[in-house]
């Protein structure tokens, strides 16, 4: 189960309110390559895991997803503070506001709400495991692009640590990847499904 | 940056390294390098974490209870979200 700690994995402290960026940001919340999506598909892919390392990786990254989604919400909460009438209605931010005012909501930048579809979790961990890399370097281009429109340093300080992160995650699915390939037959690692088939191991299945 | 704020920061940092270093070893579980270094964190987070909380006021529901104002605990700081208080 799920512990919450009071206190952001990084630190927020964002002096400039900008509806602007907070409609471009919030993409990695609810957006196809945001932190929820990010959670949603490791905490669920992790159950058929055939090895302990990857179910641990699953979780453990899955959970670190969550604490990003927070990080991402009080960016989101801090450049959204006081905000005048102008502001509202010449950054782009009249769409979002009109149904949701300041809260915070799980969607993306062009105001479609946050859906599974944007995760799949195949039941094979090959597939998975691959999707999960895929997934990491979708972040990563995100946040670099929103590096390229930011330049408040306030906000580019936790969007850098985001990215950094993003970065790392893919390394590790990469060799959690390895570790799954390694316990199938080598001579043909599709032939069965190690989360499914029984007897799906190295040596060929008779 | 008040005791407080230089507590809670260190805190992050320590948890941060912790947390980085569980998943290199969920991938390479036998690194004895790696082991050691996070039994170390353990220790120092452990200490900085124990600091806070005697202060300042619980980080998490195992912490939390009857406050000094005799009401509970985990209501009583600002939360994490808002500015410099995370």
Known sequence: MWNYQKMLQYPVNIKNSDPRMAKLIISQLGGPDGEIGASMRYLSQRYIMPDDRAKGLLTDIGTEELAHMEIISAILYQLTRNLTTEQIKNSGFDTYFVDHTVGIYPSGANGMPFTAAYLQSTGDPITDL?????AEQKARTTYDNILRLADDRDVRDPIRFLREREVVHFQRFGEALGIVQNSLNKNNIYACNPSF?????????? | MNEKARLLRLIQQL??????????????????NALERFEDLKEARRDAANEYVAKYGPLTHRGAGRGKAGEWSWLSMPWPWERSEN
């Open chain 1, 197 to 206: 088939d029984k007897n799906c191991g190295k040596s060929p299945r008779s």
């Open chain 2, 15 to 32: 948890d941060f390294s912790m947390y980085e270093l569980s998943l290199y070893l969920d991938t390479h579980p036998s690194c004895a």
């Open chain 1, 130 to 134: 691959t999707e999960d890399m895929a």
